[in-house]
């Protein structure tokens, strides 16, 4: 008798939605690249010069371009770029207006910088901070405004620069979640005075880490590329005559103190090939959130991100509220699907309470029912199917 086939077994199901499970897991975040940023790294590599370098001033000008600025100052991280910002913007002594759901790095640099966060409350729906609180918390010690663009979503930028003009304040925007974010069709990045960016491994343009300022004042461009370099004056490149290293001038002058913050050509070449790429990357995260908004329509104990008419969002991340936030996470995990929560309020961590002095009702209800759910361009069309499948099953809703 000839020999029975073996028989692919069949796929575990859950015990209660009786949905198969995947085989491997649904990550939240995941970097997507080609055989392009392998090259380009290469290509560094065997140049010999790894610092800061020729990559790493062809990105900022090309990142500039793009967003429409003058000036392009890349650093390490998002974090090093938004310390910068506020020092260059003279904070220090002052108050600085800000959002609570926000990474901590946003707050932090405050602090660093010597000056006081003063905490505004943020809108329900896009989860920005809310002009008319700012509004409502100017005092005469008032520095700054910094603006996050909660997962790529612009703040309503028209109210904000308006009551900055006002009262004679500088706008810095943390535009980490934004490369390729747009209000009333002009480019985050062109709009403020300083905004910064960051290319984390998880961004829309990832690197290995990195950051950006944009703006178009030349003497805080000055500042800040000498701020970034220890205060030097010259970096290795220009030192080195920008070509011929038998030129090396070991002549530099250092003005005050500085961080060493600057990038460096590894991650720029990476940066180059992913700037390239930004448009397609962000068009696939705008069609994965149209699947998820049409796949999870009609579910009356959830509720789907928002995109403001004045708003052109570059769709970091996807964002629902629920009350039913933690046992939907666990339901999720069940399945082999990553979520998260983005973020705990900065002013619920006990090293800002002292700050706090006035309450935050949207903020303090509406983080309890944050959960983002999985968003990248590796995501297939399936893994997204099986996602709303198994919101749609969820039993305790």
């Known amino acids: 008798m000839p020999a029975t086939p073996p028989q ?7 015990p209660v939605s009786g949905v198969p499970l995947i085989d491997e897991p649904i990550a939240l975040f995941k970097p997507f690249h080609g055989q392009e940023e392998i090259d380009a790294v290469a290509e560094v590599i065997r140049s010999g010069w790894w610092g800061n370098g020729p990559k790493t001033v062809a990105f900022e000008e090309a990142f500039a371009a793009f967003v429409g ?3 392009g100052v890349s650093t390490n991280s998002a974090t090093a770029a938004l310390h910068l910002a506020l020092t260059v913007a003279d904070v220090a002594g002052g108050e600085v207006l800000t959002t609570p ?9 405050i602090l660093l910088n010597n000056a006081t966060p003063v905490f505004c409350d943020v809108e329900r729906d896009t989860l920005n901070i809310d002009p008319d609180d700012i509004a409502r918390k100017v005092t005469p010690r008032t520095k700054a405004i910094v603006c996050v663009h909660y997962g790529g979503h612009p703040c309503d930028m028209e109210r904000i620069h308006a009551i900055a ?8 925007e943390d535009a980490a979640h934004a490369a390729g974010s747009r209000y009333k069709d002009q480019p985050i990045g062109s709009l403020s005075p300083l905004t910064c960016f960051s290319f984390h491994p998880v961004k829309n343009l990832a690197t290995g880490d990195g950051g950006m300022v944009t703006l178009d004042n030349p003497e805080w461009r ?3 590329n000498r701020l970034r370099w220890v205060g030097i004056n010259k970096n290795t490149w220009q030192r080195s005559d920008g070509q011929d290293s038998s030129k090396y001038s070991w002549e530099y002058g250092v003005d005050e103190i500085g961080y ?3 990038s460096n050509d590894l991650m720029s070449a990476i940066a180059l090939v992913q700037l390239g790429r930004l448009p397609d990357t962000n068009a696939r995260r705008r069609a994965i959130c149209t699947m998820y908004d049409e796949g999870l329509a009609g579910l009356g104990w959830l509720e789907t991100p928002v995109e403001k008419d004045y708003a052109f969002s570059a769709r970091h991340n996807y964002v629902i509220k629920t009350r039913q936030r933690d046992k939907l996470a666990d339901w999720l ?9 983005h973020y705990i309020p900065n002013h619920l961590y006990p090293m800002y309470k002292p700050y706090v002095s006035a309450p935050l009702p949207v903020t303090e209800s509406v983080w309890l029912e944050l959960l983002t759910l999985p968003l990248h361009p590796n995501l297939s069309d399936d893994d997204v199917a099986y996602i709303i499948d198994v919101i749609r099953r969820f039993p305790y809703a």
């Open 8 to 14: 692919t077994p069949a796929k575990e199901a859950h």
């Open 69 to 71: 600025a003058r000036y």
């Open 101 to 109: 759901i926000t990474f901590v790095s946003t707050n932090h640099v």
């Open 165 to 172: 003009k006002a009262h004679n304040l500088i706008v810095i």
């Open 222 to 224: 000055d500042r800040l």
């Open 260 to 262: 060493k913050y600057h």
């Open 333 to 341: 995990k069940e399945h082999r699907i990553a979520s998260g929560m």
